[in-house]
Structure formats: C-alpha cells, structure tokens
C-alpha cells in the first residue's frame, strides 16, 4: 500500500493552516458540546475528556493543498468512544463539527461534515497530545479532530461542537468549492 495519494509531496515540517485566527482556548474554558440526533446530548468539560479512555496512535496527515506529513504521533479520544457516550439515533448518518474560529471576512466559524460511517473509524480522535506534547495552540490545541483516511479539513481544530444530523449539509470548505467527500486515495479535492 504506498503511503502518498496521487498529487500530494510529502513534507518533513507540519504547515499551519487554517482561517488565520488561532483561538486561545484554555483547558479550563474548553467545552464539547455534543447535540443533534442522539440519545445523550451533553456537554463535555475538559476532566469529563481527559477521564475517558485514551489512545495512542501513528497516522498521515493529508492536506488538500498538496501536502502530505507521514507518521504523526498522537494521543486522544476516539470519535467512536464519543459517540458510544452520547448513542446516536438510527437516523443519524453525518456529523457536523464546529471549530471556536471565526473566518474573519464572513463572520463564519469554521465547521466541517462527514459521514457518521468516516467518523467511528478506528483512527478518527479528538487528539490532544502530538509527539508526546500537548497539541501546540496553532495546530488547534488543546484539542482538534484528525481524521487521517481523508484530506485534513475534516479534521476540525479548537473543536467545540459536534452534531449529530439525518442530512448532509455542507461546512465551511464544502460550501466554497470542496469536495463533500475529500477522498485522497481517489483525488476528490473539488465538489463536481
Ligand atoms: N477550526 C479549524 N479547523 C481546521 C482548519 C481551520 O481553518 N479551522 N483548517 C483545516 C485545514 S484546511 C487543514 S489542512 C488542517 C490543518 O491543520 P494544521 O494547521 O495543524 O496543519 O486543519 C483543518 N482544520
Ligand atoms: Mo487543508
């Protein structure tokens, strides 16, 4: 199995990218609010998180914009342990995650979407930890999302928010000419 997607390069440093505004969110302050089509809506605090089971995992970072960083070392929570908690309803079949960044030229906060089936794969976390450091803020620390088998956008950083929805409905990329989908492996970079 090669590691690069066609129409990527791989990169040795980890680029920051994103709206251009980096949130301080403190462990303190920092909430997950859980919502939408599930049995246990709730609002996770920062102990409620770090409580949950942990785990560590080796995974690629794929960037749209043509970058590729191999072997990332996290730490986190899986998506699937998140959901196991709040038990979404059979109607749920997509997530729509909110990041505490605002876009400032539209007054957008950043928010992305995926199938419900792409989010409880094994390698999906809410990652806090990177090479045994706490996630850097500009990387979207204290805690973001990777979702490493698609390109990184979906991987929502200073996570806030996850609902639990019956319809697709586009975020922030998505709604500006991205793929829904974001498939590196099938180079689905733009929507068709
Ligand atoms: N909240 C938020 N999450 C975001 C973004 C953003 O602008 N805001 N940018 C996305 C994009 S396009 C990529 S490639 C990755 C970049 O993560 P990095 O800056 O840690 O490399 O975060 C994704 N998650
Ligand atoms: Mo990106």
Not at 96 to 112: F, K, Q, W
Not at 150 to 157: I, V
């Amino acid at each position: 199995m090669p590691q690069l997607p066609v129409g990527q390069r791989v990169v040795s440093n980890w680029p920051v990218l994103d709206l251009g505004v980096h949130p301080e969110v403190t462990c303190g302050a920092w909430r997950l609010e859980l919502r939408g089509l599930i049995d246990n809506p709730l609002t996770l605090t920062w102990d409620d998180f770090m409580a949950l089971p942990q785990v560590d995992d080796v995974s690629d970072f794929h960037c749209v914009t043509t970058w590729s960083r191999f072997d990332n070392r996290w730490r986190g929570v899986r998506f699937r342990q998140i959901a196991e908690l709040v038990v979404p309803r059979p109607d749920a079949a997509f997530v729509i995650c909110t990041g505490a960044d605002v876009d400032p030229s539209s007054g957008t906060p950043y928010t992305t979407n995926l199938p419900l089936a792409r989010a409880v794969e094994d390698d999906v976390l809410l990652a806090h930890t990177w090479e045994e450091q706490p996630l850097p803020r500009e990387h979207g620390g204290p805690c973001r999302m990777i979702t490493p088998k698609l390109y990184a956008w979906k991987g929502t950083k200073w996570i806030r928010a996850i609902e639990f929805a019956d319809a697709d409905r586009k975020g922030f990329w998505e709604s500006r000419g991205y793929s829904d989908t974001a498939e590196p492996w099938r180079n689905d970079r733009f929507s068709r």
